[in-house]
């Protein structure tokens, strides 16, 4: 038997040579690549793509209809091999630069940037615009007009709307609001030619050199300054400029100003924010002037009961304090409040919510 076998011999078929693969185009390569990828439920952020790209993309999807097997291993070959010789990525385009350099170059540099080489004809305007802080877009939604305004309030993320439109005048609000429910037809060229326009004011808005204002720089370097030299200096701002005094004075917030400044709930939190030591002698430190001893007062009454009285044991025994020793103490108390309104742990009250 197993002689018998051994002398069959097989038929020999004839196997077609399989065909060299398609020649073509990189927009062609990459809707395979596309539709590979899509096929496999794999994320593609498509959208980040310009307008155009997008376009020629979706089209050559459309013309394309069967591509064989050997085609595709032969594209996916390819894509895999320029994807392993990537060393480094850059973002494209100018605004990925100026996103990537954030922080990095001047609001100024970045401005001028912008400029001097203009808004790509398919980009978007309003991706600008709704990535801006409410902050920067408050002024300008005040100047525009009610229509403008609408429009602007449409395009953004529903939450910076709600927060800017809150800032405006009731009377404005009222009319922006009414004015938002007539922007269901308005054509997409004027909506973006409106972005432009906004985005050429914002981007024409000169940088400034300070962060705060100068009553808020005045009323900071005055919270840390000696009582005397702090009183003196106000003195001579009323005899100079008495409005100015008076929003300076309002700016600031030293040991006395917690009864009116600082939430009852948020006393305890002091403990944290200091060590006890100093806690000790800012609240020893305020025996002897009736502001002081209020504001000390306010800070036990606002405790648990036995952490005050541990507190008023350790003052007890702590005795007179150095004038010098006391201002300093308190000071590091008012710092590490400020330091906590920064935060978020705690929200301070001004002055004229006590009026």
């Given at each position: 038997?197993?002689?018998a076998?051994?002398?069959?011999?097989?038929?020999?078929?004839?196997?077609?040579?399989?065909?060299?693969?398609?020649?073509?185009?990189?927009?062609q390569?990459?809707?395979?690549?596309?539709?590979?990828?899509?096929?496999?439920?794999?994320?593609?952020?498509?959208?980040?793509?310009p307008?155009?790209?997008?376009?020629?993309?979706?089209?050559?999807?459309?013309?394309?209809?069967?591509?064989?097997?050997?085609?595709?291993?032969?594209?996916?070959?390819?894509?895999?091999?320029?994807?392993?010789?990537?060393?480094?990525?850059?973002?494209?385009?100018?605004?990925?630069?100026?996103?990537?350099?954030?922080?990095?170059?001047?609001?100024?540099?970045?401005?001028?940037?912008?400029?001097?080489?203009?808004?790509?004809?398919?980009?978007?305007p309003?991706?600008?615009?709704?990535?801006?802080?409410?902050?920067?877009?408050?002024?300008?939604?005040?100047?525009?007009?009610?229509?403008?305004?609408?429009?602007?309030?449409?395009?953004?993320?529903?939450?910076?709307?709600?927060?800017?439109?809150?800032?405006?005048?009731?009377?404005k609000?009222?009319?922006?609001?009414?004015?938002m429910?007539?922007?269901?037809?308005?054509?997409?060229?004027?909506?973006?030619?409106?972005?432009?326009?906004?985005?050429?004011?914002?981007?024409?808005?000169p940088?400034?050199?300070?962060?705060?204002?100068?009553?808020?720089?005045?009323?900071?370097?005055?919270?840390?300054?000696?009582?005397?030299?702090r009183?003196?200096?106000?003195?001579?701002?009323?005899?100079?400029?008495?409005?100015?005094?008076?929003?300076v004075?309002?700016?600031?917030?030293?040991?006395?100003?917690?009864?009116?400044?600082?939430?009852?709930?948020?006393v305890?939190?002091?403990?944290?924010?200091?060590?006890?030591?100093?806690?000790?002698?800012?609240?020893?430190?305020?025996?002897?002037?009736?502001?002081?001893?209020?504001?000390?007062?306010?800070?036990?009454?606002?405790?648990?009961?036995?952490?005050?009285?541990?507190?008023?044991?350790?003052?007890?025994?702590?005795?007179?304090?150095?004038?010098?020793?006391?201002e300093?103490?308190?000071?590091?108390?008012?710092?590490?409040?400020?330091?906590?309104?920064?935060?978020?742990?705690?929200?301070?009250?001004?002055?004229?919510?006590?009026?």
């Amino acid at each position: 038997m197993a002689q018998a076998l051994a002398q069959i011999k097989p038929a020999q078929i004839a196997v077609p040579r399989r065909a060299a693969p398609v020649a073509m185009s990189r927009r062609q390569k990459a809707a395979i690549i596309v539709r590979l990828m899509l096929a496999e439920g794999s994320p593609l952020p498509l959208s980040a793509l310009p307008d155009g790209m997008q376009a020629e993309l979706a089209q050559q999807i459309g013309q394309m209809r069967l591509v064989d097997r050997a085609t595709v291993e032969a594209v996916v070959a390819e894509f895999l091999g320029e994807l392993e010789q990537v060393g480094l990525s850059f973002p494209g385009g100018l605004e990925g630069a100026l996103s990537l350099m954030d922080g990095h170059i001047s609001n100024a540099t970045a401005s001028r940037l912008r400029r001097m080489v203009g808004i790509r004809p398919d980009a978007d305007p309003w991706d600008r615009i709704t990535a801006l802080p409410p902050e920067a877009l408050h002024p300008v939604l005040e100047e525009e007009s009610t229509e403008v305004a609408a429009i602007m309030l449409s395009k953004l993320p529903v939450p910076k709307a709600a927060a800017l439109l809150g800032k405006l005048p009731g009377e404005k609000a009222r009319r922006v609001a009414f004015a938002m429910s007539r922007t269901g037809n308005v054509d997409p060229g004027t909506v973006r030619r409106i972005g432009l326009s906004l985005l050429n004011q914002l981007d024409n808005v000169p940088a400034k050199a300070f962060d705060a204002g100068p009553v808020e720089r005045v009323g900071a370097i005055l919270n840390s300054a000696a009582e005397l030299t702090r009183e003196e200096v106000l003195r001579g701002l009323e005899e100079s400029d008495a409005g100015f005094a008076e929003q300076v004075r309002k700016a600031i917030f030293t040991f006395v100003h917690l009864p009116i400044r600082l939430n009852p709930r948020d006393v305890p939190k002091l403990t944290r924010a200091v060590d006890q030591a100093t806690l000790v002698v800012a609240l020893a430190g305020a025996t002897g002037q009736a502001d002081r001893e209020a504001a000390a007062e306010f800070v036990l009454a606002n405790l648990s009961q036995r952490m005050a009285q541990t507190l008023r044991e350790e003052i007890a025994e702590r005795g007179k304090v150095k004038e010098r020793d006391a201002e300093a103490a308190q000071t590091a108390l008012i710092e590490a409040i400020r330091g906590l309104a920064t935060t978020g742990e705690i929200v301070l009250k001004r002055e004229e919510d006590e009026e």
